[in-house]
């Protein structure tokens, strides 16, 4: 069984910072891409960022030069590093993995971006 334990969620004024963090444990097998999508109440998840094994990024253009990708292939984690957060940014956060045994989601955690 797949696990996906992330945190790092929280609420936080524009322009802020917060850092999630997803750990993947249990019978992954090896992972090809990890990374995070967002779903804003009313609108279709999204991504925002991922990254394949061999550090290869990709973001979503609203999170471009905000936000920053890194992940730790001995600890099967994947960290988001979010910058200049804005109230559009504001929605649950999931992390995601493809891995050679199929693809997986976590829960989500709600990033909140108000003052």
């Known amino acids: 069984q797949v696990q996906l334990v992330e945190s790092g969620g929280g609420l936080v004024q524009p322009g802020g910072s917060l850092r999630l963090s997803c750990a993947a444990s249990g019978s992954i097998g090896s992972i090809y891409n990890m990374g995070w999508y967002r779903q804003a109440p009313g609108k279709e998840r999204e991504l925002v960022a991922a990254?394949?094994?061999?550090?290869?990024?990709n973001y979503g253009d609203s999170v471009k030069g905000r936000f920053t990708l890194s992940r730790d292939n001995a600890k099967n984690t994947v960290y988001l590093q979010m910058n200049s957060l804005k109230p559009e940014d504001t929605a649950v956060y999931y992390c995601?993995?493809?891995?050679?045994?199929?693809?997986?989601w976590g829960r989500g955690t709600q990033v909140t971006v108000s003052s």
């Open positions: 990254i394949t094994s061999d550090g290869n990024r």
């Open positions: 995601h993995i493809f891995t050679i045994l199929g693809a997986y």
